[in-house]
């Protein structure tokens, strides 16, 4: 059968479970513990067409990931393993995109409105600040938190589940003295969400896992489907995980798929718990099956990430093997500080480069976005184009936000951020007059219909009328979709001429999103997955750098999993940095630096290069003005260790130096820098 040729016999056995003579209803609980590299999305997608062949209706499959992009390859290579008359899975998308699906249908039942829109989280924040605001909390005589950092304590309590004084205490001990003005906060928040129809991201996954202990509407959902397949299960928060085991209590026809080794997003709420309880959720406990056969590194970088993860306290055992060998063992490498750490980079990419590996196949990854800064002015004096990832999604862009509230404000009229947004286009309109404006707005059929009697400022005048059209004809969908998204853009057009020096540059991004908008049958479907999971974009990185033939990767640990590249250079393998200096107060805090290290490690196929930079020149100290720290290795390497990593100094010693130092263990890398390196002292 075409969806089981070229699996090895671990992924063979994971597709097979509890399948058996075309009879697909008996598959009991099942954990595919998969290694990096190891074919997880191949051995998942096949799964998946092994239930379809044998009998499962596709209809009543139900797909859950963390990316609408992964959602959308699994689609696809299901379609193509399957026969051609095999109807496809139509219950594919991220826990957010099908929590938002769930709630249109189940709205009614569960007291929610289904018209309600969905705040991203610059949208969720700016409502946030606006309750502030009103309850006089940004007036406190004592630093209170901005509003990016209420969200976070807000969405930390809701997707972990743990009261607000435990989440201020382990995670935010600088807030905990406000911890009654938060819950004030936190409540008026709530309130003026529901007042005005909205959702946040996190109301999603609340409002379903609410969903599923209300026995009544729970067991609908159930029913609905025969097999829910989760991936990246490791990333899954408690709030998830909860949803996970009301869709299936007893495990029948449930798969996850994930990587403890893996788990790394804690500071999201996520829990490395929930993969390693899992098959004892179940009585008989879930069957676990673990890939070990990595496709994707040679076995020495295998070697040394085996080994770095084997210290972990808690874990599933597996080393990995990779059939791919090499003499090249990886390299840690001691630079004297972070400027040499930056040189050396830069110098190797060079040299790679030179040998016929692509910029584009080599990666910079670093704990924390300011430690690329040195890496970034060295590439930029060098000329050598370069996009880093951890910035803003497309979304996020002002330019599209604008935009996209329009349509936003049209679907739900009582939402005050995005109507602050659009109102505040207008010259002459700010705050206090677009409030005066928005309380024109009403329920009902034409809920801007006052609009066209208010009279704005002298400066917006000429311009009212038109964007008074607009939004009646949106609200009463004179105009069919994505026609009306072309009629936004031209209404826009002068607004955006006017706001952005560099329109030009920016208007690359409003095609964009007027192509991706033709791609929806609906603007309210259009608007959820835009918000749900926005193309990861910026008109930074689709300016310049992205016109270059080439260009090399920088990016955070974190936005790099589930990558690679053929080389791959980890900044800073220092304790202080991996670990974090802010990440070692709990052993759990620790596991999970541990884990990042393995994560950046494993994303290399063939070379790996990890930087010790001995100090840190730190600048404008208050007291002791600029001076050096110095660091150490970083503790998840021990010395018991070192002989899976080939040791290495740079800049390469003068002759007369190394003699007087000994011979040691470390190796000369001039050689193989084909002769582009200078001596230094």
């Known amino acids: 059968m075409k969806h089981l040729e070229g699996l090895n016999a671990a992924q063979r056995q994971a597709v097979e479970h509890g399948i058996r003579d075309g009879d697909a209803s008996q598959a009991g609980p099942l954990l595919v513990i998969a290694g990096a590299g190891s074919g997880k999305t191949t051995t998942l997608a096949s799964r998946v067409a092994h239930l379809v062949v044998n009998g499962a209706d596709p ?16 689609a696809r290579r299901v379609i193509r393993m399957v026969p051609r008359e095999a109807r496809p899975v139509t219950w594919s998308g991220t826990f957010h995109g099908i929590g938002a699906r769930l709630l249109r249908i189940y709205a009614q039942r569960i007291g929610l409105n289904d018209g309600f829109t969905i705040h991203d989280r610059e949208d969720a924040a700016d409502l946030l600040n606006l309750v502030r605001h009103d309850l006089g909390l940004s007036d406190k005589a004592t630093r209170f938190p901005q509003k990016a950092t209420c969200l976070t304590i807000y969405s930390h309590a809701v997707n972990s589940g743990l009261p607000l004084g435990q989440v201020l205490e382990r995670h935010f001990p600088w807030c905990s003295q406000h911890e009654e003005a938060l819950r004030r906060l936190f409540d008026g928040y709530v309130a003026a969400k529901q007042s005005q129809n909205v959702l946040d991201y996190d109301d999603l996954l609340l409002y379903w896992a609410e969903m599923m202990r209300s026995e009544g509407v729970a067991e609908d959902v159930r029913l609905r489907f025969d097999h829910v397949l989760v991936d990246e299960y490791q990333d899954t928060n408690p709030l998830q995980a909860s949803i996970l085991l009301g869709l299936k209590p007893d495990g029948q026809g449930l798969t996850a798929v994930g990587d403890d080794a893996q788990a790394i997003y804690g500071f999201r709420a996520a829990t490395v718990r929930n993969i390693l309880d899992l098959p004892q959720q179940f009585t008989p406990p879930a069957a676990v099956v673990t890939l070990t056969q990595s496709y994707r590194s040679t076995q020495p970088i295998l070697a040394a990430s085996n080994a770095v993860i084997a ?29 040499q ?12 480069r030179e040998e016929g590996v692509a910029l584009k196949q080599q990666a910079v990854l670093f704990r924390t976005s300011h430690h690329s800064s040195l890496v970034e002015l060295e590439l930029a004096r060098r000329n050598i184009p370069f996009v880093k990832f951890g910035g803003l999604r497309f979304l996020e862009a002002a ?49 801007f219909a006052a609009l066209a009697i208010y009279r704005p400022p002298a400066a917006a005048l000429a311009v009212w009328p038109a964007f008074i059209d607009l939004l009646q004809d949106l609200s009463g969908s004179a105009a069919a979709w994505p026609a009306e998204l072309e009629r936004v853009k031209e209404w826009f057009q002068p607004f955006f001429e006017a706001r952005y020096p560099d329109a030009q540059v920016r208007a690359g991004d409003i095609d964009q999103l007027v192509a991706i908008g033709g791609q929806y049958r609906s603007r309210e479907q259009f608007l959820t997955e835009l918000a749900l999971d926005p193309p990861e974009a910026t008109s930074d990185e689709a ?3 992205l016109l270059d033939e080439d ?3 920088l990016s955070t640990i974190h936005s790099a999993k589930g990558q690679e590249w053929t080389a791959v250079y980890v900044l800073n393998a220092v304790d202080g940095c991996i670990p974090s200096d802010m990440a070692t107060g709990r052993s759990e805090d620790i596991e999970e630096e541990r884990r990042l290290l393995y994560v950046a490690m494993t994303r290399a196929k063939d070379t790996l290069d990890l930087l010790v930079p001995q100090k840190f020149y730190v600048h404008q100290q208050s007291r002791n003005g600029d001076r050096h720290l110095y660091a150490s290795r970083t503790r998840f390497i021990p010395p018991a260790m070192l002989d899976r990593f080939e040791a290495a100094t740079w800049p390469v010693r003068r002759r007369q130096d190394a003699v007087a130092a000994g011979s040691g263990a470390n190796v000369d890398l001039k050689a193989r820098l084909g002769g582009m390196w200078k001596a230094r002292t």
Not at 59 to 74: D, K, N, P
Not at 311 to 320: I, P, Q, V, W, Y
Not at 341 to 352: P, T
């Open 399 to 447: 330019h599209v936000k604008d935009i996209v509230s329009v349509l936003r404000w049209a679907s739900n009229p009582r939402d005050k951020v995005v109507a602050f947004r659009v109102l505040q286009l207008f010259p002459g309109i700010g705050p206090q007059t677009a409030a005066r404006a928005f309380d024109r707005v009403t329920d009902g059929a034409h809920p």
């Open 551 to 553: 260009y090399l990767i």
């Open 341 to 352: 750490q930056a040189v050396y980079v830069a110098e190797r990419v060079l040299a790679l």
């Open 543 to 545: 300016g310049p750098p």
């Open 59 to 74: 209809g009543r499959i139900l797909l859950l990931t963390f990316s609408r992009r992964a959602a959308s390859e699994m």
């Open 311 to 339: 210290m972990a306290r808690e874990r599933f055992t597996k080393d990995l093997v990779s059939e791919r060998v090499s003499a090249q063992k990886p390299r840690l490498v001691t630079v004297p500080d972070d400027i």
